[in-house]
């Protein structure tokens, strides 16, 4: 279901629950992004595609570059945007799936698709009038335990490939600390556990994962020291 926003107080709720800072996982600074009174706003955009075709997103989706979908570095998944490109007066409507762009001075990062749409692809960064839509709120994900004895440890994804693992953690390295990779092996196969914080005490793991699910990660509390 698509719960529109109402007002900038409706929107700073939202982007509020989302970016309170805990007391477990890491200490790292989680920049509130500010969505003005009008819910609209300018930013840099740059768009990402074949190279990224066919890979996990932050979110777990599969990446699509023929989707509209963008990346951005702080609203929740499932959050959706109207682009307008004012050099072609050209609109798309994305959603939020993925973390990025983590370049200075790019703001999101839109697939190939939707830069497409509105006439970016060429020029490949542009400023675009931004206006919030509203947000999917099946994104908001539920907290699973496995385990609520200590030492806890957040679990946000689990992957077959090293390299996806790798990026998801790479992306969470720059809001959250503690953030580590464990390999597992179940019934004979390999994974990589994408896990943050190592020792968390009950209540810690719960604002974690609290935190983590707003976003839009589905997240595990389990025992620190059971390879699952």
């Known amino acids: 279901m698509i719960v529109p ?25 989680y920049r509130l992004h500010r969505i003005p009174p ?12 074949e190279k990224f075709h066919g890979r996990p997103t932050a979110s777990g989706e599969i990446f699509n570059m023929y989707d509209y979908t963008a990346a951005h570095k702080s609203l929740p998944f499932g959050t959706r945007l109207r682009i307008t490109y004012p050099e ?21 990062d839109l697939s190939y698709a939707a830069a497409r749409r509105i006439g970016l692809v060429k020029d490949g960064t542009g400023r675009v009038f931004v206006e919030y839509i509203g947000r999917d709120n099946s994104y908001v994900r539920p907290v699973r335990y496995n385990s609520k004895r200590g030492p806890l440890t957040v679990q946000v994804a689990s992957f077959r490939e090293l390299s996806n693992a790798f990026r998801l953690k790479q992306i969470l390295e720059h809001t959250y600390d503690e953030v580590y990779l464990m390999k597992v092996w179940i019934r004979g196969e390999r994974f990589y556990r994408v ?3 190592r020792s968390l005490s009950l209540d810690e793991a719960r604002r974690l994962a609290r935190r983590l699910s707003e976003e839009g990660y589905p997240v595990l509390v389990t025992n620190y020291r059971e390879a699952i």
Do not use: Q
């Open 38 to 49: 009008s819910g609209k706003e300018v930013m840099v955009a740059s768009w990402y595609g």
């Open 195 to 197: 896990r943050i914080g």
């Open 88 to 108: 072609t007066g050209r609109s798309v409507v994305v959603k939020v799936n993925d973390r990025g762009p983590f370049v200075r001075g790019r703001d999101i």
């Open 5 to 29: 926003f109402k007002g900038h107080k409706g929107l700073l709720v939202l982007i509020v629950v989302m970016v309170l800072l805990s007391s477990c996982g890491g200490r790292r600074a």
